[in-house]
């Protein structure tokens, strides 16, 4: 092939969470059709673009040791800077030696026009607005193999958490219209997706429309029933919803649902009303417990998993006391546990007193102990019951693994019949 016409190759890094990933996903897929040759991130490229978070406690740190790399490797390759972190600090971003374009949240699906203005050796460009004028919707869906995708179906929050970043950097809440996500499950179902996990920054906040004004013509339940009538998809997770708006009727409703999996995420980030009053949450403990109460009472065999932040500003002995003795009785089947760290402009930095990170880290310790313990009992008070198991297509040393219809993770030796289906299998 002519030199001229030889086809640009592109490679992506993504860091963070699941709607990044469903992001850069279809951004990758966008560039293909533009005639982008995909690449492996560690492979040769001609435009490397990462994909940040802000969450990620050193975002600063591994996107200077991801463009060192790509500089020692391809020091003529153009690098391209995009996601949470790009729209919260653009220009520390541009600062660091090699990148080439910072994309904020508005831009990052402009890619390929913006690719057309740039050459190596140009000064950094960075395109990027403030926040508060970022509206629309971005449909996305992650593709990495045929069993299970992540679909975004929400973005952006409007609710101002005293720890959290995640407004500043993707802006109003903003969702998908129903008519497109089932279009778009339709979609999926056709490629013979087999699951979709519904995915958003506050998926229970859906409905507010692409510009993020439209309030209550849709909802989430609404999303949910219409969703479960699309034939072909056999499974659907909700990745993670706020307590507050996980309402008894999307509970009644999954309970009875066919291809709404019993597997709940629901974030609790601390057990103490005290807590959760600085953190700006909008519950109190026992909401949470009840909706706990209410999911096992309708389905005794449902997964719960929990988010927790550790170390919160403020956070006595006796408060984390109570954390822990309020996870311990409940009846939930594993935690994340995050240790909490700083974030310029919340206002969490003005609460006192801190908490010093060698307590920060040994509380992380004890509810991971904590974690380990409740997974163990869950998985042990589902044992011999038999439940369907979704099995990835990878071979990975011989052996596959795929999950229960209640989140539980199963490995066995790899077996072709197995790959991308659904096998019933006693636990
Ligand atoms: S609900 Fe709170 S923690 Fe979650 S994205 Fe919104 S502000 Fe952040």
Redesign the pocket.
């Known amino acids: 092939m002519p030199a001229l016409l030889k086809k640009r190759s592109i490679a992506f890094h993504t860091l963070g969470c699941k709607l990044n990933f469903s992001e850069t996903s279809t951004i990758s897929r966008m560039m293909e059709n533009e005639g982008f040759e995909k690449r492996q991130f560690d492979d040769l490229a001609d435009v490397y673009v990462i994909n940040t978070c802000s969450v990620t406690d050193n975002a600063d740190k591994e996107c200077r040791q991801l463009v060192r790399r790509i500089q020692r490797k391809s020091p003529e390759s153009l690098v391209v800077i995009t996601g949470c972190y790009a729209q919260l600090k653009p220009k520390e971003i541009a600062e660091i030696p090699g990148v080439d374009l910072v994309l904020g949240a508005s831009e990052k699906f402009n890619l390929a026009q913006h690719l057309l203005e740039l050459s190596k050796g140009d000064s950094t460009k960075i395109s990027s607005c403030d926040i508060e004028d970022v509206s629309g919707f971005n449909a996305s869906y992650s593709l990495n193999d045929r069993t299970r995708t992540f679909l975004k179906v929400q973005d952006g929050?409007d609710?101002?958490?005293s720890f959290?970043t995640?407004?500043q950097a993707r802006g109003k809440s903003r969702s998908d219209s129903i008519e497109n996500v089932l279009r778009h499950a339709q979609e999926l179902a056709s490629k013979g997706v087999k699951e979709i996990v519904l995915t958003g920054?506050?998926l229970g906040d859906f409905g507010k429309g692409a510009d993020g004004n439209k309030k209550n013509e849709e909802n989430f339940f609404d999303l949910v029933c219409a969703l479960d009538e699309v034939e072909g998809i056999e499974r659907y997770r909700i990745s993670s919803i706020?307590p507050n708006l996980l309402s008894d009727e999307i509970i009644h409703f999954v309970a009875h649902s066919k291809r709404f999996m019993p597997h709940f995420h629901i974030?609790l980030q601390s057990g103490s009303n005290h807590i959760l009053g600085l953190m700006r949450r909008r519950y109190k403990r026992e909401l949470y417990a009840e909706k706990v109460a209410l999911i096992k009472q309708l389905m005794p065999h449902c997964g719960i998993g929990v988010d927790l932040i550790v170390g919160f500003p403020g956070e006595t002995e006796e408060e984390f006391k109570e954390t822990f003795d309020f996870l311990h009785n409940l009846d939930i089947s594993y935690l994340h546990v995050f240790t909490y760290s700083e974030r310029d402009n919340t206002h969490a930095l003005n609460i006192h007193p801190v908490v010093p990170q060698h307590t920060r880290h040994e509380r992380n310790k004890i509810l991971r102990n904590l974690s380990y313990m409740k997974s163990q009992y869950f998985a042990e008070q589902q044992r011999g019951q038999n439940r369907k198991v979704l099995f990835e297509g990878y071979n990975k040393n011989m052996m596959m693994e795929g999950y229960t219809d209640n989140y539980i993770r199963v490995v066995t030796p790899y077996n072709p019949a197995f790959a991308n289906s659904i096998v019933d299998w006693t636990v």
């Open positions: 929050c609710y101002t958490c959290c995640i407004p920054v506050n706020e974030p």
